[in-house]
């Protein structure tokens, strides 16, 4: 098993003629994904043709995500998309009812979001991102930008705020022969589709997945939030990292919700204090993650 994405995953990629979009999607198609469809206004009807591993493979395009859904039966949708048009096209996948949305672009206004994720819940769909690197199930379905050669099935779900944080540990951990479950880019924005907290009820459930990775950051409060729900509801072991202890109150570190208030709301302590207390193991580098999960002989 896997959560949000698997073999069975149908893909459409908003924005697949473009340079991100058409240079992904072929990266995709490589690794097996089932990439059903693209969405660019104004060039709906022609087809995009990759070279996938010596063999010629068409993907087509429409003008709307409504038709492309019909057309494809597509349960999953990726945009890479500018910023400034992101809320757009996810209002299209949303009003065309696709099941899973995830957002990659980076620096899109927090209040547009606000709306997309009150519209996405109001639906009962599943929003990610934004500033998502996007979600693989190693083995069955990769959907966003990931280097999916440092990625191999195993038993750990990881959920990350950093993309850069969840690469280092996922090379690390498959060169000490841990695998992955699923691997999620929450994103570092205020408002972020979904949190760690909608997916730990995911990972609980997943028979394949044996113990959860949470690598947080500073600012907001999703760490807390999360260890309230693993102290009632989750069994597995989870480990968590906290990035950015060093960083100082009141300035932004990078991602949009990286910031410490004055008064040290959202600071790593109070983050580390909240899960210690949960009963998660709480790793001090991405390395030392991987050292937990040694111990842990899963």
Do not use: W
């Amino acid at each position: 098993m896997s959560i949000i994405i698997d073999e069975n995953t149908r893909l459409l990629v908003q924005g697949i003629t473009g340079r991100e979009g058409s240079f992904h999607t072929r990266t995709m198609l490589e690794y097996g994904t089932k990439v059903v469809g693209g969405v660019t206004p104004g060039k709906g009807g022609q087809e995009v043709f990759f070279d996938v591993k010596g063999k010629k493979t068409a993907v087509p395009v429409f003008n709307t995500v409504r038709e492309a859904a019909e057309k494809t039966r597509c349960n999953a949708t990726v945009l890479f998309v500018p910023a400034k048009f992101t809320p757009a096209g996810v209002y299209e996948a949303i009003d065309a009812g696709i099941p899973v949305i995830m957002t990659i672009s980076e620096h899109t206004p927090v209040h547009e979001m606000m709306k997309c994720y009150y519209a996405a819940r109001q639906r009962g769909l599943r929003l990610f991102g934004p500033n998502s690197f996007g979600i693989i199930s190693p083995g069955k379905c990769k959907a966003g930008f990931m280097a999916h050669r440092y990625y191999t099935p195993g038993p750990v779900g990881i959920m990350s705020r950093s993309a850069t944080n969840c690469y280092e540990t996922v090379m690390m951990m498959t060169a000490r022969g841990i695998g992955q479950s699923t691997c999620i880019g929450i994103g570092g924005d205020m408002i972020p589709g979904s949190a760690f907290v909608d997916l730990l009820p995911d990972f609980q459930a997943d028979g394949e997945t044996k113990a959860v990775v949470l690598i947080g950051e500073i600012g907001g409060s999703e760490e807390e939030i999360a260890a309230e729900y693993i102290k009632g509801h989750v069994t597995k072991p989870v480990v968590a990292l906290i990035a950015g202890k060093n960083a100082p109150k009141g300035k932004n570190m990078g991602h949009a919700g990286a910031i410490v208030g004055s008064g040290g709301e959202g600071g790593a302590e109070n983050k580390e204090k909240a899960l210690s207390a949960a009963g998660v193991h709480i790793a001090e580098s991405t390395g030392h993650i991987v050292e937990i999960l040694r111990g842990l002989k899963l």
